[in-house]
C-alpha cells in the first residue's frame, strides 16, 4: 500500500524532500531519483533502500515504479516534467514556482484540464502552517467581519551575494502572493512596488528592502514588507483588519527566558525551522490524497490555477517594480474546473 | 511657588486639562477660565477656588493672574491667542493643531523667532508615552540598526457622524506626522494616501479606513493605517524596522484573563484610558519647565516648528488624498533658533 | 489650599516621598522635615522652600505647619510617632511596616478606634498598582468564579548582604500578605515555610529562596516564591485561580526588541521602577483625601487594622520558618470600625 | 523495510496509537491488533490493510507478523505483556503507566536487566514536546543557573464523574512526576500533598484541586497545581527557576484575535490538542529507534526504571495524601544498567 514517489532533482530541496517522504510522511516511500548530474541522484538514493536512479525526470516519470512524482529540480525545467506527467496521468506534486511565468503556468493549467483530471499540486506550503489556517478559520468564522486590509511581512536574515532585485518578489513575496489570495478568498488586481531606504547590509546591487502593496477585486489592499537582510532571524508576520477585529500570526512558542534584564523568546533562523511542519503536513497530505486515488491535489492545497495566478502575479509586480507604477494583473479567466478561491474545491 | 495657568477654551478637552492641572500636575493650578460661552466658564471654574473667569483668552493673557497659557479652544482660534501670549511674553502650551493650516503655524513661527524665547509647546502628547519613548531609546542606543521602514496603525473603534474624510489625515493620523519625525528624527519629504475598501460600519461620507505612507528625507518608508471605525477598541501599533532589528510599541499591559477556553488580554476603550499618563506627563513637564523660568516649551516637547511641519505634511496628504498622487511636502528652511528633528532641544 | 506634610525620616525612602511629595503630588508640599540627624533633615529641606526642620518627629506632629505627617523613619520608631500624630488628631500615612509586631500594631489600632477617626493610612503602595487593581476587578466582576489557589513570585536581583533569613518573610513577603488578603477579601489563618536549595549567589548566611504558604478563612491556598537573588530583574508574578478561570498579573509593558535571533522586553531593574506609578498614585490619593478633610485613610488602602494583620501573618511565618511547622495566625477580633478585607470601607 | 507492530488494546488509546501508526508515523505499520473484546479488535483492524486480529496480547507477542509490540490495554494487564514481550525479545512501547505499582514495574526493570537489552519504552509524551525540550535546552545551556525551584499548573476543564481522589496524583501528574524527573535532570525523594479549598464544578466525591509539592536529591522544590475542573481549557504551565534566571513553557501558538474589546489567544481544549505532535514524535522516534535494530527505546525517552520510579513517586503522593504529611520517596538503587535521571542514555 506504500505509495512509490518518484523525485525529480537532488539538490537541496530534494534531498529535503526525500527525507521526508522517506522519514516523515506515513505510507510513502523514494522508489526513483533522477537528476541531471547522475552522480548526485546516486547519492541521494543511497540510502533509500531499493530506489532506482535516473539522469531524467522523463524516466521517472515512465518508470512502472513510480505511482506519482515529486518535481524539486530547476525552476525552468518545471514545465515538461509537469507536462509529460499530466500526460503519463501520474500524480505531479510540484514546487513553487510551477513554471518561470504565467504562460509557461497556462499550458500546464490547459493540459492538466484537458486530461480531466486534477493531477498537480504546488508546493505553497504555508497552507499547512497551523497559525495561517487558524487566521483562515477566524476570518471565515466571522470573527473579525469582511477583510479590509493585511499587513505582512517576510524577513530573512540574509541572502546570498547571487539574490537580484527581482527575487525579492519571484522568490520571497511569492509566497504572500499565494498566501494572501487563499487566506482572503479573494484575487489579486493590481499591484504597486515601493522601494525605502536600502539596507547597508544587503548585498550591494540588491534593492533590499523593497514594499509590495496588493490591491484585492474586493478592495482589500495588502501591503507586504520584504526584507532579506534583516539579520535578526526568519520572522513571517501578518495581520487581517476586518471591519469589526483583526487576526495576527503569532510567532512560534517554545519557552520564553528570563535573564540578564529582558524577558526573551527565540527567532527561528531559518524558513526550515519555521515552516518544517508546514512542509511535513503538505507532503503527507498530498501523499494520503494520491493513495486514497481520487485525486493528485488535495482539498484546500495549490493547484495548477494558483500556480498561474501566482506567475500572474509576479510578472505584474516586475513590471511595477520597473515603471514605479501601480500596475494591473491581468489573467485568464479560470476554466470552471478549478475552483475560485474564494470557494476552493472541496 | 505655584504656577497660576490660565485655561483658554472650557469645552472637553479643556475640562480635561483643567482637571488634569488642578489635581494631577505638581505646582500647578488654574487661576483662570475664558470661554466665549462664558456660562461654560463659570461653571469650569466652579470647581476651581479663586479661579478668575472671562469670556475672552486675551484677557486671560492680559491678566497678572496669569504666569502662563493653555490653549485647548477651537482649531481657528489659536493663531490669534498664540500671538497674543507671544506678545506677552507669556509661555503658552497650545492643543494640537497649533493653527489649522502651515501658513498661519509659520506666522507662529516668526513671532516666536522674533521674540527671542521658546515660548510655545504644542500638545503632541506621544512623546510622553512610555513605550515611545522606549521606543525612541532603542533607536537612539543603535539596538536596530538606521531605521528603514515604519508600520503605524492608528485604529478607533468608531468616530461621529460628523467626521469629514480630511479629519483621518488632519485629526486622526496627525499624531503619527510628529511622532514619526521625533521616533526617527528625519523630516518627512513626500507622502501618498490609499484608499483600501470602505468599512460598512463608517459613516456613510466617509472614507475609512485610509493608508497614509510617508517618506522620509533618509528614505524610510512609513506606513500608517487609519482606521476610525474598528469597533473593537483604541488600538495604537507602531513597529520600526531598522538594518539589524526592529522594535514594537507594546499594548499597555494589566492582566491577562483565561476563561471560555482563550487568554485575553483588555484592549484600551478609548486615547483617554491609553494616553491618560502620557497627557498627565506631558504638562506636567510643561509645568516645571515654566516654573523654572527656562522657557516655555520643554526639552524634546513639540515646538512651533514641529507645529508647521505637522500642519504642512497634513496639507500635502490633503492634496495627495484628493489627487490621489504622491505628493511632496513643501516647507520653509528651519530658523537655527530651533533645533531641527534629529538634534533636538537638549 | 495646599497640603503642608511634616516628613519624619530623612533616610532613602524619606527622599523619595520628599520628592514626590513636592514634584509629583498634586496639592501637597513639604512644610517640614524631622530626621534625628538634623543635618540630614536640612539637606532634605534644602531643596524645598519654606519647609522648617527639626530634630524630632514630635515636633513635627506638633509643628501648627504640618496638617497631615508622613513617617518613614525607622521600623522602631513607628509606634511612637503614629501615637502622637492619632493624639494631635493629625493623619498620618506611615510606611511600611506599620510597627514592629503585632503588639504594637495594635496598640496603633486601638488608640485610633478611642479617637473615633480614621487617622491612619499604611504605605501597602501595591493596592494602587494597575495591573493588581485589574486582577481585583477581574475577581469582583465574578470572571474566574471563587479563588481556590494564588501563585505568586517577589523577585529581586539581589540584596545587600545585611540581610537576614527573617527578612524575605517580613521585608519581602509582607506586600505580598497585604496583597493577597486584599485581593482575594480574605483572612489568612495559616502559614507554612518551605527551604528549596539555596541559592549559590545569595549572602552567605541567607535562607534564599523561601516559600511561603498561605491559608485563608476560605481554604484558598496561596503560594509566594521569596527569591532575593535572582540576578536577572525585579519580577513581581501573580496568578489567582478560580473556580471557572485564572487571572495573571501581566508584566509592564513598554517595547518588544527584535534583534540577534530573540523578541525580548525589559525587567524593571528594582521595585522603584516596578512600583513607581503605584507609589505616585497612593501619595495623592491620600493628599486627596486628607485635603477634602473627611478622613486620614483613603478607601481601599490599608488602615491600621491591615496593618496590624500583616504584622501578625509575620509573626506565625516567622515561627513557621523556625519549626518547620504549619502555623495559625492568631489575632484579635475586628474592631466594628475597621471594615473587613471581603469589604473594605467604601 | 515497514516495522509491523503489534497493537494490544483497543480501546480510546488503542484506537489513537493504531491511527497514529498507520497514517502518521513513517516507516511503520499495525500487523495485528488484540483486545479481550474481540470484536472490538476486529473493528479497529478493519481500516488496517492485513491486519490480523486476536483476543489476546499474548498471541500478538507469539506471532512471527509481529516486529514490536505496543501495549494499550488496561493498566493491571501492563506487566504480564511487557514480561513477555522481554520474554520474546520484542521491543515494546508501554502506555504509561508501566504497571500499577512500583513493585510491579521493578519485576519489569529486572526481567529488562536480566535481558540484557533495552526493549521496553514507557510513553511519557512530554519528553517529546518542542516547549518542553527548548527549556530543557536552556536548562544545560547553563541560560538560567542551577535549579533552583519549578512551578507547574496541570489544568483539564472536566473530568468525568469515574474520577477518584487518588487520580489527580497517579493519572494527572504522574507526567509532572517524570517531565521534571527529565527536565532537572535529578531525583525526586520526598512529596506533600496540600488540598486547597475544593472547587464546586468538581465530582461531588472528588479532591480537586490538589497540590503536589516535590522535594529532589539536591533540593529543588517542585509545586504542582493539579486542577481537573478549571472549566476554561486544557492548560499546562511550567517554570524552572535557576540561580540567574526562570525558564518557561510558553503555551501553543496560533494567532491572536482582536474582538470586543480585548486581545485573545484560544487555549487548547484538551490533551489530544496540545500534545498531539508530541504523542505523534514519541511514536516515530521509537519505531525509527526499533527499526534501526539497536534498541527497543529511544534515546531520552522513558525507560522502564524511569516508569518504576513514576510509580514510587505516585505511591508516595498516596501516602502522603492519606496521611497528610510529607512522605520521603523510598526506591532500589539504579542497576548500573540504565543511565540516571542526570545523565540519560545517549
Redesign the interface.
Known amino acids: 500500500?506504500?505509495l512509490n514517489v518518484g523525485l525529480i532533482g537532488a539538490g537541496m530541496i530534494g534531498h529535503d524532500h526525500a527525507r521526508r517522504l522517506?522519514?516523515?510522511?506515513?505510507?510513502?516511500r523514494v522508489s526513483a531519483v533522477a537528476d541531471v548530474d547522475l552522480e548526485r541522484a546516486r547519492d541521494l538514493a543511497a540510502g533509500m533502500?531499493g530506489a532506482l536512479t535516473y539522469a531524467s525526470g522523463h524516466d521517472i516519470i515512465a518508470s512502472p515504479q513510480v505511482d506519482a512524482v515529486v518535481v524539486a529540480s530547476s525552476g525552468p525545467t518545471h514545465e515538461p516534467y509537469v507536462l509529460a506527467a499530466i500526460a503519463a496521468g501520474k500524480p505531479v506534486f510540484c514546487e513553487k514556482p510551477l513554471a518561470p511565468g504565467p504562460d509557461a503556468c497556462l499550458r500546464i493549467v490547459e493540459a492538466e484540464v484537458a486530461s480531466g483530471r486534477h493531477l498537480v499540486q504546488v508546493g505553497f506550503m504555508r497552507r499547512y502552517d497551523?497559525?495561517y489556517q487558524?487566521?483562515r478559520q477566524?476570518l471565515r468564522d466571522g470573527?473579525?467581519?469582511?477583510?479590509?486590509?493585511a499587513?505582512c511581512?517576510h524577513r530573512n536574515p540574509s541572502v546570498p551575494g547571487t539574490y537580484t532585485s527581482d527575487m525579492p518578489l519571484t522568490d520571497t513575496a511569492v509566497h504572500e502572493m499565494d498566501a494572501m489570495r487563499w487566506l482572503l478568498a479573494d484575487e489579486v488586481v493590481a499591484v504597486s512596488v515601493?522601494l525605502?531606504?536600502?539596507?547597508?547590509?544587503a548585498p550591494s546591487h540588491l534593492a533590499d528592502?523593497q514594499?509590495l502593496?496588493m490591491?484585492t477585486a474586493?478592495?482589500?489592499?495588502v501591503?507586504v514588507?520584504i526584507?532579506l537582510?534583516?539579520?535578526?532571524?526568519y520572522?513571517i508576520r501578518c495581520e487581517l483588519?476586518g471591519?469589526?477585529?483583526?487576526?495576527?500570526?503569532?510567532?512560534?512558542?517554545?519557552?520564553?527566558?528570563?535573564?540578564?534584564?529582558?524577558?526573551?523568546?527565540?527567532?527561528p533562523?531559518d524558513w526550515r525551522e519555521r515552516f518544517g511542519?508546514a512542509y511535513d503536513a503538505e507532503l503527507?497530505v498530498w501523499a494520503?490524497t494520491v493513495a486514497a486515488g481520487h485525486d493528485g491535489c488535495a482539498a484546500g492545497a495549490a493547484t495548477s490555477w494558483d500556480g498561474y495566478k501566482a506567475a500572474a502575479i509576479c510578472e505584474a509586480a516586475l513590471a511595477a517594480l520597473d515603471s514605479g507604477q501601480r500596475t494591473p494583473v491581468v489573467t485568464k479567466d479560470r476554466p470552471a474546473f478549478y475552483a475560485d478561491a474564494a470557494s476552493p474545491r472541496p
Do not use: K
Not at 522517506?22 to 510513502?28: D, H, L, M, S, W
Not at 525605502?196 to 547590509?201: A, F, H, I, L, V
Not at 474586493?218 to 489592499?221: A, E, F, I, V, W
Not at 537582510?229 to 532571524?233: I, K, N, P, Q
Open positions: 500500500m506504500t522517506e522519514r516523515v510522511v506515513a505510507g510513502a533502500p497551523p497559525g487558524a487566521m477566524a470573527l473579525i467581519g469582511a477583510p479590509l486590509l499587513h511581512a515601493l525605502p531606504r536600502r539596507n547597508g547590509r528592502p514594499v502593496l490591491e474586493t478592495g482589500t489592499l501591503d514588507e526584507n537582510s534583516c539579520a535578526y532571524g520572522d483588519v471591519e469589526t477585529g483583526t487576526v495576527t500570526l503569532d510567532s512560534p512558542a517554545g519557552c520564553t527566558l528570563r535573564g540578564n534584564g529582558t524577558a526573551s523568546q527565540a527567532i533562523a511542519p503527507q494520503d
